[in-house]
C-alpha cells in the first residue's frame, strides 16, 4: 500500500542573462533543505529548479556580448549547474526554456485554454509602458520618473498588437481561492498584500509580444507573428518539467500535480504577483489544479543596502564557498532570518553566525563527548542503557517538536534554532553528570555518554537538510556510515525513532568538523586580494589598532571556564607563588598562582574561581601552569580572586 505523501517543490527558474548571485543562491538552499527534510520524514519528493531563457532582456543582454540569446543562455546555464551540485542542491530535475519538452508543455496549456475557456484570449492593441528588467508590463498611473515600481528599472512605452489573456475575468475566483485555502499565499502578510491588489479589480493581461520587438521567445501558438510573453512562458515550467502536454500519459504530472501530492512554490517577494494572480488565473481557465502554496520570502540586502549591479554590492557564491565551504554558507542563509524576512549579508555576519552555533555549540559538543568515549571507553559507544534525567528529556521533547514544525511551516530559521538549543541541552546535562568524574561510577559515566551519543545521532540527524556534507561528516564521526540520510524511504518517517543504534559503533575523535572560521585570515585576505568588493573587515582591524578596542569575536577567543580548586599548596621554591588542582569538568589541571600573599592554601581548596582555560602552558619557577586564574589587585595591592555567584558546576562557560 501507498501511504508516502507526496511533495512538490520548486524554485523559480532563473534569468540566464547573468551569473546567479546570492538571492538566488537562498532560493535553492531553501528549497533543497526542505526537500532533505521531506525525504526525511518519508514523504515523496520532486525537486525542481531550472532556467528562463526567452524574453526581451535576454535578448538584449546577448546583443549587448555580440552573440546569440541561445549562447548566452548555453554559457550561464553551465555556472548555475556547476554551483548547485558545490552546494548539495539535490533537485531531481532542472529543466530549461528552450528545451522542446518544455515547448509541448507551453503549448499545451494554450490549446487547453482555448478549449476550456475559449473567450480567454482575444486579439487587442497594448499601450502602455514595459519594464524590460521585470519582464513586465505597467500602466501610466504607476510610473514615476520613467522607472518601474518594483525594481526602479527604466521603462519604455509600448504600443503593439498584442494577445490578451481576460484575467479581468477571474477576480472573484481568485479571491475564493485566497478565501477557502489561506496557505495558497504564505506568509500571511502576503497574503492580505495580493488579496488587497486583486480585489482593487483586474485588468486584462498582455500575453503576447510582437515579434518585430521581441524575436526571442517561443511563437505564438498560431499567430508568427508574435512571440509568447516570457511570463505565461516561464510559469508553465512548473508542469512541463512533469511531463505536461508530452504525447501520451504523463507520470509525473499524475503524481505530483493536483491533489494527490502538496505543492510548494518557493519565490521572491519581487514575483509573487505573477505566481498568486497570473499563474492560478492560467490554470483555472485551463482548468488544471491550481498549486497548494506560494511562499514569497524576503530579500537579501548587502550590508543593510539593496543589491545592485550599478552599486557594484551584487554578493556572488563562488566567492564565499571558497572562503567559508558549502556548510557555512547554507547554514547561515537558512539560520539567519525567519523565511519570509529581510536579512542583510555580510562576511562578519555570516562569520559570527557560523563560529558561534556550529564551531563553539555544536561541534564542540561533538568534539567534547567523543573525547570521552575515545579516552574512557576505548573509542567505542558503550552499550550501557541510556539515562535520559527529566531535564534533558523535557528539552528533547521540545526541541524535536520546534524543528519539526518549523519545517512544517517552511521555516528552516526556526527549525535549525531548535538544533542548537537542543545542543546546548545536551552540553547542560555533560555538566550535571560531570562523566569525567568516573571514579567508582563507571557503570553511570557509561550510562550518560551512550545518552549523549544518542543525542548526537539525533542532531546529525537533523542537521542533513541544513548542511548534508556537515552532517554526514558528523555522522561518520559517531561511526554511524557516510549518510545519515541514507535509510530514508517513503513511508517511513526517520524522526520517529527515539533511539539510534549507536552502542559498539566506534567513534572517530580528535577532528573538528566545524573549524573556527578566522575572522581576520579571511576578511584580511579577501581585501588583500583585491576580491570584488573591499570588507567591513579590513576596516574593522584598523579601527582594533586606532582605538585599542576589540570585537566581541576577539573577546570570544578567550575561553573562560568555571574551575573547582581539588587541591593546593605552597610553590616549593617560591614564597609569592601557590601550585593548585583545579577541576575544569572534562579535566584536571595544575595551575601556578601568585596569589600566596593573600590566601592560604585551606582557604582556596573547595572554591569555585574563574580560569583562562585556553592560555598556553608556561613554566613558573619550574612549574608548568596550565592556565591562569582571574583576580583582581585590591585596595592594598594584593590579589583578590574572582568568584561566582550559585552553585555553578566546573567547567562552565563564562561569557
Ligand atoms: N525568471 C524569473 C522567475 C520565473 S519563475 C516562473 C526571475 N528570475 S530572477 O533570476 O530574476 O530571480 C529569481 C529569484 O531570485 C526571484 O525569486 C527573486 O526574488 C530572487 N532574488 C533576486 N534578488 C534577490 C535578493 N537580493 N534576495 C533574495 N532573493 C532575490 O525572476
Known amino acids: 500500500m501507498d501511504t508516502a505523501r507526496r511533495f512538490y517543490v520548486t524554485t523559480p527558474i532563473y534569468y540566464v542573462n547573468d551569473e546567479p548571485h546570492i538571492g538566488h543562491t537562498y532560493t535553492t538552499i531553501v528549497a533543497d533543505a526542505l526537500a532533505r527534510y521531506h525525504r526525511l520524514i518519508g514523504d515523496e519528493v520532486y525537486f525542481l529548479t531550472g532556467t528562463d531563457e526567452h524574453g526581451q532582456k535576454m535578448q538584449r543582454a546577448a546583443e549587448q556580448r555580440r552573440i546569440s540569446p541561445q549562447q548566452l543562455a548555453d554559457q550561464v546555464v553551465e555556472n548555475y549547474q556547476r554551483l548547485w551540485p558545490a552546494l548539495g542542491i539535490s533537485y531531481d530535475d532542472f529543466i530549461r526554456t528552450t528545451e522542446a519538452r518544455h515547448r509541448r508543455g507551453v503549448y499545451a496549456l494554450f490549446e487547453k485554454i482555448r478549449r476550456e475557456t475559449p473567450d480567454a484570449l482575444y486579439k487587442g492593441t497594448y499601450r502602455g509602458l514595459y519594464c524590460t528588467g521585470c519582464e513586465a508590463f505597467f500602466a501610466p498611473g504607476q510610473v514615476t520618473d520613467g522607472v518601474c515600481p518594483e525594481q526602479g528599472h527604466p521603462v519604455e512605452e509600448v504600443e503593439e498588437e498584442s494577445w490578451f489573456f481576460r484575467l479581468s475575468a477571474f477576480g472573484d475566483r481568485l479571491l475564493e481561492l485566497y478565501d477557502t485555502r489561506p496557505e495558497f499565499v504564505l506568509p500571511v502578510t502576503r497574503r492580505n498584500e495580493v488579496r488587497g491588489f486583486v480585489a482593487e479589480g483586474l485588468k486584462d493581461l498582455s500575453i503576447s509580444r510582437s515579434r518585430s520587438q521581441v524575436s526571442w521567445g517561443l511563437p505564438f501558438p498560431g499567430d508568427e507573428q508574435h512571440v509568447v510573453y516570457v511570463w505565461f512562458d516561464a510559469l508553465t515550467n512548473y508542469i512541463s518539467a512533469l511531463g505536461y502536454g508530452q504525447d501520451g500519459a504523463a507520470p509525473l504530472y499524475a503524481r505530483y500535480w493536483g491533489e494527490a501530492a502538496g505543492q510548494l512554490h518557493l519565490i521572491g517577494k519581487d514575483i509573487l504577483r505573477f505566481h498568486a494572480v497570473y499563474w492560478p488565473a492560467f490554470l483555472m481557465a485551463a482548468r488544471e489544479p491550481v498549486p497548494t502554496s506560494v511562499f514569497a520570502h524576503g530579500w537579501w540586502l548587502r550590508d543593510e543596502a539593496k543589491m545592485s549591479k550599478t552599486r557594484g554590492n551584487v554578493v556572488k557564491p563562488w566567492p564565499l564557498l571558497e572562503d567559508f565551504g558549502a556548510d557555512a554558507l547554507r547554514w547561515f542563509l537558512l539560520r539567519e532570518i525567519s523565511l519570509g524576512l529581510d536579512g542583510s549579508y555580510s562576511d562578519e555576519a555570516l562569520i559570527e553566525r557560523t563560529n558561534a552555533d556550529l564551531s563553539n555549540n555544536i561541534g564542540n559538543l561533538f568534539s567534547r563527548v567523543l573525547a570521552l568515549v575515545a579516552r574512557h571507553e576505548a ?277
Open 379 to 655: 573509542g567505542t559507544v558503550p552499550a550501557a542503557e541510556p539515562l535520559v534525567d527529566e531535564e534533558l528529556g523535557e528539552a528533547i521533547e521540545q526541541a524535536r517538536d520546534r524543528y519539526r514544525s518549523g519545517f512544517d511551516r517552511h521555516d528552516p530559521g526556526s527549525a535549525l534554532r531548535a538544533l542548537t538549543e537542543w545542543a546546548d541541552a545536551v552540553n547542560r546535562y555533560l555538566v550535571r553528570k560531570e562523566p569525567w568524574r568516573r571514579e567508582g561510577r563507571e557503570q553511570s559515566c557509561a550510562r550518560v555518554l551512550r545518552t549523549a551519543c544518542e543525542q548526537l545521532a539525533q542532531l546529525a540527524l537533523r542537521l542533513h537538510p541544513a548542511m548534508p556534507q556537515g552532517a554526514s561528516r558528523l555522522w561518520s564521526s559517531l561511526g554511524l556510515g557516510e549518510d545519515p540520510a541514507a535509510e530514508a524511504r517513503p513511508g517511513q518517517d526517520l524522526l520517529d525513532a527515539r533511539r539510534w543504534p549507536v552502542a559498539g559503533s566506534s567513534v572517530r575523535a580528535g577532528e573538528r568538523v566545524f573549524p573556527r572560521l578566522d575572522k581576520k585570515k579571511l576578511l584580511g585576505e579577501a581585501a588583500a586580494t583585491g576580491s570584488d568588493e573591499p570588507t567591513a573587515g579590513g576596516a574593522a582591524e584598523t579601527e582594533t589598532e586606532e582605538t585599542g578596542m576589540i570585537d566581541i569575536d576577539t573577546f570570544q577567543q578567550i575561553d573562560l571556564r568555571t574551575a573547582k580548586v581539588v587541591a593546593c599548596e605552597p610553590h616549593p621554591d617560591a614564597t609569592k607563588l601557590l601550585r593548585l588542582e583545579v577541576d575544569l569538568g572534562t579535566e584536571k589541571r595544575q595551575l601556578v598562582a601568585g596569589i600566596a600573599t593573600a590566601y592560604t592554601p585551606e582557604q582556596l581548596v573547595g572554591r569555585t574561581i574563574v580560569v583562562v582555560a585556553n592560555l598556553k602552558p608556561a613554566k613558573l619557577r619550574g612549574l608548568l601552569s596550565e592556565g591562569m586564574l582571574l583576580a583582581a589587585s585590591g585596595p592594598d595591592g594584593r590579589p583578590l580572586l574572582l568568584s561566582v555567584d550559585g552553585d555553578l558546576p566546573p567547567g562552565s562557560k563564562v561569557s
